[in-house]
């Protein structure tokens, strides 16, 4: 006999809810509505701010993509023009148009020749910085001229366009940091309220006649599968299948299998095994996707009633990824809390331990722009560098405050 299976992730506790209370607000008297009073009011409470809050979340989330692609630009943008400008001024130098110790006003050494290094944030800042007051510095000098392509003001634009887009996402990110874990407080109720529900539902649905129950219930949000070892029924399902890893062959937990025309999700279990409950024979098309692997579309899959379907679907690795590590110091101790970041995928992050060490997997390939932000009783200061990722590789990244 099929059991329950309650929701696990945000995605499916939201659906439950979402469902029980439609289907409850749209059910006018006589017809029956399986919940009682006091349930009533609970769902009637909490749905809607809890809703809030994880849509909340979602427009947190775009807006830190947002801000993290306008970066990529922004970034490499303030390199090049403090690059090209301190490259104007070395060449004066080299031209005979400048004295060699115009350099110290910039805050390089008289006899250093060489342009600035931009690792991090913190090189942007300083070296955007020593440009603006080393070229109002120089202006006062007899007979100064201006430097141009790039001008200094045109630096400072385009760097202060970056220092404002960098505090920003460190901003959103916070916003979204805090968001999850508002939502994360909210677990455990949404998960007793589900459990109330579907009690209550199945109370009133069983009469005796179990698929029946089943179905009827199903129509409240209610989940079912099989047990272990139990041959599906055409009574409770009209597809199954087993999503599986395209080079291992492992089976595939948590993958989400959409139908398009009801716009229902279901998951995977451990045994990477899906159940969609019975459906109105027709054609359907089902979605496959789960992160770090290629979505599928499955059109035309043939449901006919008194019949499962069995669709089972393999799963490719998206572009083979790397991991990034590191450690973070603060006057030459670790740090413990750090927070780091990959800017632009807000979802890899992660917190430097007790040695300030930090280690983070399934990094896209590329160049990659690593954010560390030290605890606020550390001061809460950001720090940025640039790493190459390398697939089926790791790279350092380790930053000193």
Not at 301 to 312: A, F, L, M, R, Y
Not at 368 to 382: C, D, E, F, K, M
């Amino acid at each position: 006999m099929p059991t329950r299976r309650l929701p696990y992730t945000l995605a499916q506790r939201i659906k439950a809810l979402f469902t029980g209370k439609s289907r409850k607000d749209s059910m006018p008297p006589p017809l029956i509505i399986p919940y009682k009073p006091s349930t009533i009011n609970m769902l009637d409470i909490f749905y809607p701010p809890f809703k809030v809050k994880v849509d909340g979340l979602d427009v947190l989330l775009n807006t830190q993509v947002t801000i993290s692609d306008q970066l990529k630009t922004a970034r490499p943008l303030a390199e090049l023009f403090i690059s090209h400008f301190y490259e104007a001024m070395q060449n004066a130098i080299k031209r005979k148009t400048f004295e060699s110790t115009v350099r110290t006003l910039y805050g390089l050494d008289a006899n250093d020749g060489n342009l600035p290094v931009l690792r991090s944030e913190a090189d942007i800042t300083y070296w955007g910085g020593k440009a603006v007051s080393g070229e109002a510095a120089r202006m006062l000098l007899p007979g100064a001229v201006p430097i141009t392509f790039p001008s200094i003001a045109e630096v400072t634009a385009i760097v202060g366009n970056f220092e404002s887009l960098n505090t920003q996402q460190a901003d959103a990110k916070e916003a979204y940091d805090n968001g999850q874990e508002s939502i994360a407080a909210d677990d455990v109720a949404a998960d007793e309220l589900i459990l109330r529900m579907w009690n209550e539902t199945e109370a009133e649905f069983d009469k005796g006649d179990k698929p029946s129950m089943r179905r009827k219930s199903r129509e409240w949000g209610v989940i079912y599968v099989p047990t272990p070892g139990e041959t599906p029924s055409p009574d409770d399902f009209s597809i199954i299948g087993t999503v599986t890893h395209a080079v291992t062959g492992d089976e595939l937990a948590d993958v989400e299998v959409k139908i398009v025309e009801t716009d229902e999700v279901f998951s995977t279990n451990n045994n990477g095994e899906y159940f969609i409950p019975v459906l109105i024979p027709g054609t359907y098309t089902l979605q496959i996707t789960k992160t770090g692997y290629t979505p599928q579309n499955l059109p035309g899959i043939v449901v006919s009633e008194g019949v499962i379907t069995e669709q089972d679907v393999v799963l490719s690795p998206a572009a083979a990824t790397g991991t990034v590590s590191g450690n973070v110091k603060q006057t030459g101790i670790n740090v413990k809390g750090a927070n780091i970041s990959i800017m632009g995928v807000p979802l890899l992050t992660a917190i430097t331990d007790d040695n300030g060490n930090y280690s983070i997997p399934n990094v896209p390939p590329g160049m990659q722009n690593i954010q560390a932000q030290l605890p606020p009783a550390n001061g809460g200061s950001i720090q940025t560098q640039n790493v190459t990722v390398t697939a089926g590789a790791e790279v350092n990244a380790s930053f000193v405050f």
